[in-house]
């Protein structure tokens, strides 16, 4: 009978995986996942009052809507609406919202700790996962001023540091050492992803990804990543529901002869994202050397947003009605006799986006550099398979849509240097998995051309340049 027990509980209880620490793992991981569920319900409920606010009582939604039909050729300047007051309050709006945003920040934590993304990077790397809880409340109200009045940015930078925030606040209380704080702040930034993009398995994997400009990933946050971004995607739906974010037709990978107009994609990628990176950095080096006031600057960036979305007031807040054109561009012959213009149409929107994006958030504003480069890779891709649509035979069948959803992928593998996380999560947030083959293809290429340049500057290249590994 004792031999029966002892190979019972060996069976049981074998091996290293199970024991009261990774129990407490288990149990640290599922607490920071609820956390930051909830967290980020929040943050989204503020994110649609901002937007219903400043659309409903201010008239913005009367220009955010033009692209909803996929008319780029149309909207792309919007000449007619230039009398409208309320396109005229567009050109003070994003520097309104960027300046209280920069204020808030300003009065109630530090600057460098409330950059984004980068900031969360840095502080695993280099502040042994520290971000003040503060964070939390003050970068979520900054951000929803910043974009949701118009400026040029995405909410994922801000919920990346607010879910890191909320990580590395509860291995403090806890008592955690550096390693469990600086792990259960992997976790909580993934969770953040997972959650606000609907997007679980990629937020899992940004978790592990995001912390090297390389190849090289953070093996030991993996598997809490996981478990917090399951609970908090779950958390997060039970309010916003289940569904994809974007829609798109369900296109399918069918034709080997493919593989050369996806390769033409990465070569375009490669060098659009280069050019967005060098102009986000030469913008803000710009900023950085001005003898202003952070405010001035912040104002000046915000203002010069405005200038541009007068004009073209689609680029102007997260611009996902880009995405969502580019995703059902070409389909039931939306373009048919226009393809010319609507290459030149998305090829603005990608050059325009870029500079706005730029001079809000290289200038000082609170906001993410992941959504735009959504859009931006979105928009590109469009580009590439229109023109492709419109110059190669019908056998090939090109689907410019499924163009733009590979060339988001490849975007945000070159840019951010994450191309595990960028075939999964264009995915996840189109509800289409047939094209993962073309995604792979695509981020491979780009991101290993790409190689050295990286949007956040405080990502190391490897494990070996990284002060935590040194």
Known sequence: MSHIAR???KFMFGGQGLSVRTGRYFG???????????????????????????MEDLGHHHFLTHLSEGEVCKTLFCREDLA?????LMLALPAIGATLGYLLIKLFTSVEHARGTGSAIWAYHNNNGHVPAMVVPVKGVA???????????GYEGPVTLIGAACGSTIGRLLNLTVRGRRILMAAGLAAGIAALFQAPLAGAMFGFEIFYSSSDVEYETLLPSFIASAVSYSIFACFWGWQPIFEMPDFVYDNGLRLFPYFVLALVITYGARFYISLYNGVEARFKSMRLPGVAKVALGGLLTGIIGFFMPDILGSSYALIDASLKCGYGHVFEGITPVAVLGFLAF???????TSFTVGSGGSGGLFAPALVCGGTLGAAVGLFFDHVLPESISIHPAAFALVGMAGFLASTIRIPMTAIIIVAEISGNHALLLPAMWVCGISFWLNSGWSLYRTQPHCRESSPLHR
């Open 143 to 153: 951000s929803v001023l910043t974009v949701g009045f118009g400026g040029s940015a």
């Open 84 to 88: 409208d007051p309320h396109r005229w």
């Open 28 to 54: 640290e991981s599922v607490l920071t996942g609820a956390v930051v569920g909830v967290v980020t319900v929040g943050f989204r409920y503020l994110i649609d009052f901002a937007k219903r606010w400043v």
């Open 7 to 9: 190979s019972w509980w």
């Open 350 to 356: 990608f050059f325009v986006k870029a500079l706005a």
